[in-house]
């Protein structure tokens, strides 16, 4: 990120802040708010009516309408839920559809909770197809009923054919905005057409060139348009070498050969080459973000979460993941209650055998990283996949060998043992190549199961390393030195 890249972001999250704590400022200097948010009878709009009658909510809401919504869900996101209602209560309803769907999917559902069947029409109705399709997992079932019948016939079409597709792929997506030409016609004649036009999709650095029956061909870049002669047909100046995608291709193909291509926008084509729609370095960035931070959430177990939901649906949302580390540490102890005697004989073993299992760990994790992240770039296959667990294999022997003898070293050296400190450097050696295995074969497993990889390889690598770790250490020093 460049300089002026990073001022530009740091000025924007500046803003933020600043109209966060303005909004909050406001907030505090009314004292009967509980009443008005008390009061469960009046509706969405009509309580809000009520409230911008005072001066200083109504300069509050001049500031809202003032906002990108971006910037509003953002503000949204950091207010806890009674603050976060009532100046949802604020916002223009032309405004709501998008502030919508550019909050994270648990803060959009309590925005939702707060609005009726009216609303949420109107909000949806400024919305385009693909847009809609973005929200519709949230709606209720009949107000999808109701989006539908509000829709023209190609919206409807648009609409089914975005939901239609699984989540993830290319046809999920995409957008329905673009703009095509023939390949027979001047550029001339592809000039007047888009004067008629009121606007040109965000986005669009190329026009899709296709046939009468909407065959892709190639692709007019807006900047050959610009600069060649007006009397020059489309067919001499277009590319045809075009990258396009697949509705069913997976998001995260195209995501890459974004990356590869320094794409603004591609052409999505069905099976017989007709362009069905496009995607957009917009739909790309969204998804990109939406899947790191569900990778992050993942890797700890955690789904989307409210920061201001109650404490007992936060408190759900974290128990799956805390019951398997329960199970797997209940494991690990009963591995260590195997070798009692040998602790009770030598304390020594109580004080280095965590040291066995948190090197392994770090270094699996290691492994399950570079993994994980090699995975997401198609950079394994069947052919390197045996040579790349046998690099694994060996980086842990090197680092097993230089690092367990140090440790052993400074074992020998704390608890004059040079048997105990042989037994140190065995142990780290076996549990680094443990590490290493299963942060190598468990991230190419879950894919294989077509699961997330990175979603749960953390747990199974901390589960190996600490139960065999601790076996092999006990176990190692029960045979030689109790």
Not at 97 to 117: C, N, P, Y
Not at 296 to 323: C, H, I, T, Y
Not at 356 to 364: D, E, K, M, W
Request: one cysteine or more.
């Amino acid at each position: 990120m460049s300089d002026v890249e990073k001022k530009h972001t740091q000025s924007s999250i500046d803003t933020v802040r600043r109209s966060l704590e303005d909004i909050k400022a406001t907030l505090g200097k009314y004292q009967h708010i509980d009443g008005f948010l008390g009061d469960q009878v009046a509706s969405r709009r009509d309580l809000g009516d009520e409230f911008i009658q005072e001066k200083n909510l109504i300069g509050l809401q001049d500031k809202l309408d003032a906002m990108h919504p971006a910037d509003i869900a953002a503000i949204l996101e950091q207010m806890p839920l009674d603050e976060r209602l009532l100046v949802w209560k604020l916002v223009r309803s032309n405004l709501d559809g998008d502030v919508l769907l550019e909050a994270s999917d648990a803060v959009r559902q309590t925005l939702i909770a707060d609005m009726d069947v009216q609303e949420l029409l109107a909000a949806t109705e400024q919305l385009d197809a693909d847009e809609i399709a973005d929200l519709a997992p949230d709606l209720p079932e009949g107000v999808i009923a109701d989006v539908f019948r509000s829709l023209s016939e190609t919206e409807r079409l648009q609409l089914k054919a975005a939901l239609s597709y699984p989540e993830d792929t290319v046809g999920a997506l995409m957008d329905f905005e673009m703009v095509t030409v023939r390949e027979d016609v001047s550029l001339d004649v592809v000039l007047r057409y888009l004067r008629r036009l009121e606007k040109l999709p965000p986005n669009t650095d190329k026009l899709f060139v296709v046939d009468r029956r909407e065959i892709l061909k190639g692709a007019l870049s807006i900047s050959d348009l610009i600069v060649t002669s007006p009397e020059t047909k489309v067919c001499d100046v277009m590319s045809t070498a075009v990258v396009n995608f697949n509705p069913d291709q997976e998001a995260e193909s195209a995501a890459h050969a974004f990356e590869r291509y320094d794409l603004v926008s591609a052409p999505v084509v069905d099976a017989h080459n007709r362009i069905v729609g496009r995607m957009t370095i917009t739909d790309i960035v969204d998804y990109i973000r939406e899947d790191a931070e569900q990778e992050s959430l993942g890797k700890v177990g955690l789904r989307d979460e409210d920061l201001f939901s109650s404490v007992w649906k936060s408190a759900k949302n974290r128990w799956l993941w805390l019951a398997v580390n329960l199970g797997t540490a209940f494991f690990a102890s009963r591995v260590i209650g195997l070798f009692e005697d040998s602790i009770e004989q030598l304390v020594a073993l109580a004080a280095l055998m965590p040291i066995v299992a948190a090197i392994a760990g770090n270094s699996g994790n290691q492994t399950v990283t570079l993994i994980v992240r090699a995975l997401a770039f198609e950079e394994i296959n069947k052919n390197n996949a045996k040579g790349l667990l046998r690099k694994e294999l060996a980086i842990a022997l090197v680092n097993g060998v230089l690092w367990g003898s140090v440790a052993g070293f400074f074992a020998w050296l704390l608890y004059g043992n040079i048997a105990l400190g042989l037994v140190m450097l065995s142990a780290m050696l076996l549990n680094l190549i443990v590490g290493a295995a299963v942060g190598m074969l468990v991230p190419l497993f879950l894919q294989k199961m077509g699961r997330d990889p990175a979603i749960g390889s953390s747990v199974l690598l901390t589960f190996s390393t600490d139960s065999m770790g601790f076996l092999i250490f006990l176990g190692m020093a029960t045979l030689f030195l109790v």
